[in-house]
Structures are given as structure tokens and as C-alpha cells.
């Protein structure tokens, strides 16, 4: 049996950051002896995913990316419908009625969690939250409780560095950069003075990237402090500094800060290693968190050594990996967070395949790598998809007007493309009147707003 009208394939894709569009592209271009019609739906008024919404306001290299994932939006093949929620907006079985086949894109947004006494107090983040915060997510509260004057950032990853650069950084020097208005107010006032980053591995155990790593010891005004007691533990170190390109470099970076001089600055990030946190301690709000020392275990983890020591701040930054969320419908695999899949095809408990049901990117695959990743992903999840026509859905209802009208008969106020280039325009030109490149239009009604009210 095969699902194919009039020869189109016709293809939604849920979730429109780097994974659902580079999806889609990779579908337009696939050689294939049939059209393809693919609607990208996104929770958001506005596409881009981690992009918009996770890199961080001063990694405008990274926020770069936009343009490749702008020109395949901009290639006239795929329809977007912003500020649509699977499972309360559309559902599966909507989709089986317009579609051939679903691929989920939804990545990975929330935080793992950290199983130690004490998580649940005030005080105590997700890096999510604090990242959805200021790079203005319109689901997050405006304001952050930034009145801490010590931090503590647990995990030796990419988003630690930039929950600990935000925090240590000079709020003027984010001034050239998109940050949201009211994320500058707020970090403009802060009071901190020190961050602490806890590895619970050695230096040269860190998932760190180097070009990240380097970027924090060039914060102005900002003291890096290492303990020399965190180096020469492990001996393997000096096998992995000649076998590790990536490992020499971060090694040759903590050198030059070990030597540099260090106690004129007004702030200071505290870089632990060895560090396993195993308690976050206040009543009624964070005042410290218990640190376990560890040593290596000779097989790249660590042991805990039972010796602890108590290390006071106000507030405790969790960034130890994020976790996906479950789509309804959808088999889930509530350990690794994920979409359980072989080769990109969604497998249901019992290993079969689910018809016509994929996955790309964070979602399939958790939350790891770099968004270049994500591409080489989606490939396989489009081969997959391409190869399995036998097993497609065969929608009721096929015709691409038949989608659009299912959203305004049922009162869904949802963004465009062109929608999404008022919106983005309207953005520049409010960044344009203070010199800067962009700035954010942060609550979902008034994005909406502008993106589906057609210009004079
Ligand atoms: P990550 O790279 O997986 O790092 C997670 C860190 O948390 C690791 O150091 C891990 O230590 C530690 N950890 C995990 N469980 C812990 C526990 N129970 N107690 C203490 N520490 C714990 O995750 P991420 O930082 O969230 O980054 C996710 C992905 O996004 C990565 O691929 C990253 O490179 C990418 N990213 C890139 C950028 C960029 O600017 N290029 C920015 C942000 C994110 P162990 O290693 O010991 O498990």
C-alpha cells in the first residue's frame, strides 16, 4: 500500500530549529521520482529553535547559522506555521489525516536532573531556565532573581560556560550584541562577584570545547582561579594531551591561566575540578553547596575520596546536560529522554516500527553535539523516510489548504514565513535606533502580533 497522492510526498515536520530544517532541506534536495510538500510547525511564533533560544547573545558566530537555515526557509518549498503546539494544537492523529509521515524535531529543552539533596530550593536553576531567560524566551518569567553575589555553575560542559560567562560578564560589554532589553537591565545591576564551576572529573575530562573555554579568560575585569591541586592527578593525562588535539589545547589554555596573575579584578570565576556536588544546603534558600573531592578511578571516571568541603553562594546553576520532552503519541524513552528510533524511524517497546513516524536531531539522538551534527542526522532520517513508501500513511485529506483550514477552524493564531519576516524585520529595525544589530521582541502575544498584522 502506499500513501502517495498525485505523486506528492506530503511531510510535516515538528519542530522547526536546526534538526526540522535541515530535515526539510535535505528532503527538497533528495533525489526522489515524486514532488514534495513539507509544513514545518513550531511551538513558537518564531523559527530557529536553540538558535534563537539557546545560543547565547554573544556568540553572534553561532547565531550565524541563521542565515544558512534562513535561505532553505527562504527557498519557496516549505510552508511555516509558527505558534502551534503538537498535542493541544494538532495531534498525531491529525496529522495522519494530512500527512504521509511526521518527523519530530523537537529537540531538547529541559534539564536533566541533578539527584541531590537540596535541588528544589529557592536559589537553586536549571541552566534552561536561566538560558531561555536571557536570550529572551516569551515562555519564561521577564525577570531573574539575579541578586546573588557568589554562584555556583555544576558541570564541565559548553552550556556551564556560558551560564558562567553570562553571569561573570560586564553587562556593558553585552551592549553590541542581541540581548534582550530587559535581560541588560536586570544584568546590568547585578552584584556578583564570584562564579564557581564544578567538574566532578579532571581538567582533561571536560566537555568543554576549546575555542568556548578560551573565550571565558578573556572576560575584561573577570580573575579565572584553578587550584594546582587539580592538575598532574590523573596519569593518564599526558597520554590524553598526545593522543587529543581538542585535549592539548584545552591543556595549553588552563596552563596560561594557572600562570597568569591573577587579583585585580572586581569579579572571579572559580574553575573545580575533582569536584562531585552532593548537596545544596539552606532552609528556606541556597546558602552553599557540599562539595565531595574525587580521584580517578584509572578508568576515566572518579571515585569519591569521603573528604567534603562546603563552598558558601546564593544560588546554585545546574548545567548538566538537557533531557527531551514527551511528545504525545509518540513512543518516548523516558531514561535517555528520547525518541526511541532505528535510523532515524520511530520503534514503539516492542522494537517495531512505528508507520510512518521519524525523528531527527536532539530528540532522536539526546543532547549532544554540535549543530553541524544535526545535518549529517537528518540525512539518515531522510533516507529512512524516502526508502519506507510502502509504510507511509495514506492521508483523508491531503490537500495542502486542507491544514490551514483545520488552524482557523479552530482559533489558532498562528505565524508565517512571511509572518516571521515582519517580525524579524520589525526586530532589526528596533535594534537599528540603538546601533545593534537586533532586539528581541520577547512576549509570545506581541510577537504574534506583529507577525500576523500585514504592514500599511
Ligand atoms: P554536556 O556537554 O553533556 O556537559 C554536561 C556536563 O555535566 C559534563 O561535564 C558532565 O560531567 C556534567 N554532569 C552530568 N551529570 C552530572 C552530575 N550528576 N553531577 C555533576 N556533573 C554532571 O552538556 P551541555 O553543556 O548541556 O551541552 C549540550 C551540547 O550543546 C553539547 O554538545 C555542547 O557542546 C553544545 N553546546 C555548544 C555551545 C557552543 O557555544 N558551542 C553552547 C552550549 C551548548 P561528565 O562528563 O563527568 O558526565
Do not use: C
Amino acid at each position: 500500500m502506499t500513501g502517495l497522492q498525485e505523486t506528492t510526498l506530503r511531510v510535516a515536520i515538528v519542530g522547526a530549529g536546526p534538526a526540522g530544517i535541515f530535515a526539510a532541506d535535505l528532503l527538497v534536495k533528495a533525489e526522489r521520482k515524486f514532488a514534495v510538500s513539507i509544513d514545518l510547525f513550531e511551538q513558537l511564533p518564531a523559527p530557529y529553535g536553540l538558535v534563537r533560544y539557546g545560543v547565547a547573545p554573544d556568540h553572534p558566530r553561532i547565531k550565524g547559522i541563521v542565515n544558512a537555515l534562513r535561505d532553505v526557509l527562504d527557498g519557496g518549498n516549505i510552508r511555516f506555521f509558527g505558534n502551534v503546539r503538537f498535542g493541544t494544537d494538532i495531534t498525531l492523529d491529525d496529522l495522519k489525516r494530512h500527512y504521509n509521515a511526521v518527523i519530530f524535531t523537537t529537540g531538547a529543552i529541559r534539564d536533566a536532573e541533578l539527584d541531590i539533596p537540596g535541588t528544589d530550593l529557592p536559589g537553586s536553576f536549571g541552566a534552561s531556565e536561566f538560558v531561555s531567560w536571557y536570550d529572551g524566551h516569551p515562555d519564561v518569567p521577564r525577570d531573574w532573581p539575579l541578586t546573588h553575589r557568589a554562584a555556583a555553575v555544576i558541570g564541565n560542559g559548553n552550556v556551564a560556560l556560558d551560564v558562567s560567562r553570562m553571569l561573570a560578564k560586564h553587562a556593558e560589554d553585552l551592549l553590541d550584541t542581541e540581548v534582550p532589553a530587559n535581560v541588560y537591565d536586570r544584568l546590568a545591576v547585578s552584584p556578583i562577584t564570584d562564579v564557581h564551576i564544578f567538574g566532578r572529573r579532571g581538567p582533561l575530562q571536560v566537555r568543554f570545547t576549546p575555542l568556548e573555554l578560551r573565550e571565558l579568560g578573556e572576560l575584561r575585569d573577570v580573575d579565572i582561579i584553578l587550584d594546582d591541586a587539580d592538575f598532574g592527578v590523573d596519569e593518564s593525562d599526558e597520554r590524553s594531551i598526545a593522543t587529543s588535539k581538542q585535549l592539548l589545547v584545552i591543556n595549553r589554555i588552563l596552563t596560561g591561566w594557572r600562570e597568569r596573575e591573577v587579583g585585580k579584578a572586581s569579579r572571579r570565576v572559580h574553575v573545580h575540578f575533582y569536584s562531585k556536588p552532593v548537596e545544596i544546603l539552606g532552609t528556606d534558600h541556597v546558602t552553599a553547596i557540599r562539595i565531595e573531592r574525587t580521584v580517578p578511578d584509572g578508568e576515566g571516571s572518579v571515585v569519591g575520596t569521603g573528604e567534603f568541603r562546603d563552598i558558601p553562594v546564593d544560588a546554585v546553576y545546574r548545567a548538566i546536560g538537557y533531557f527531551g520532552s514527551p511528545l504525545e503519541g509518540v513512543p518516548f524513552d523516558k531514561f535517555r529522554g528520547v525518541i526511541p528510533n532505528s535510523a532515524g524511524r520511530a520503534i514503539d517497546d516492542d522494537d517495531e516500527q512505528v508507520h510512518g513516524v521519524y525523528t531527527s536531531g536532539w530528540i532522536k539522538r539526546g543532547p549532544v553535539g554540535l549543530i553541524g551534527t544535526t545535518k549529517s542526522d537528518a540525512l539518515e532520517t531522510v533516507h529512512s523516510l524516502l526508502r519506507d513508501q510502502a509504510e507511509w500513511w495514506t492521508p483523508t485529506e491531503p490537500a495542502p489548504d486542507a491544514v490551514v483550514e483545520m488552524l482557523h477552524d479552530r482559533g489558532i493564531r498562528y505565524t508565517t514565513i512571511e509572518g516571521w519576516r515582519r517580525l524579524d524585520a520589525h526586530e532589526r529595525a528596533l535594534g537599528e535606533a540603538q546601533q545593534r544589530e537586533r532586539i528581541k521582541v520577547v512576549p509570545r502575544d506581541e510577537m504574534v502580533d506583529i507577525a500576523t498584522t500585514e504592514q500599511p
